[in-house]
């Protein structure tokens, strides 16, 4: 049983940065790939960065350029490095982990969440 607890959100004006950090329980972190999700109120669950055993990243449109994905097997830990900070990037944003050589951008492809930690963007 894999468990996540991500940290590292917070409020920010419009063009600010944070980094979110999501730490697992298990040392078996590196056969787990990995996915960063968000939720705003009234609105569906949204991939926003995933990546794999290997560390090769992908981005959803809305954040490329903008936010950085990276893991450290050794530290057990996922990071979600945001620049350029929108109020459209207000949600509460979940780290999530799957089992699998292969992330994907779809939620229920992945087993294990974390609780999630609130960022707030103002303009």
């Known amino acids: 049983q894999l468990t996540l607890v991500e940290s590292g959100g917070g409020s920010v004006q419009t063009g600010g940065s944070l980094r979110l950090s999501c730490t697992a329980s298990e040392s078996t972190f590196s056969q787990y790939s990995l996915g960063w999700f968000r939720q705003a109120p009234g609105k569906q669950r949204e991939g926003v960065a995933i990546?794999?055993?290997?560390?090769?990243?992908q981005y959803a449109d809305f954040v490329k350029g903008r936010f950085t994905i990276s893991r450290d097997n050794a530290k057990t830990s996922l990071y979600l490095e945001m620049n350029h900070l929108e109020p459209e990037d207000t949600a509460m944003y979940y780290c999530?982990?799957?089992?699998?050589?292969?992330?994907?951008?779809?939620?229920?492809?992945?087993?294990?969440w974390g609780q999630g930690t609130q960022v707030t963007v103002s303009s």
């Open positions: 990546i794999d055993r290997s560390s090769a990243p």
């Open positions: 999530a982990a799957v089992h699998s050589p292969v992330p994907l951008f779809h939620d229920n492809w992945y087993t294990y």
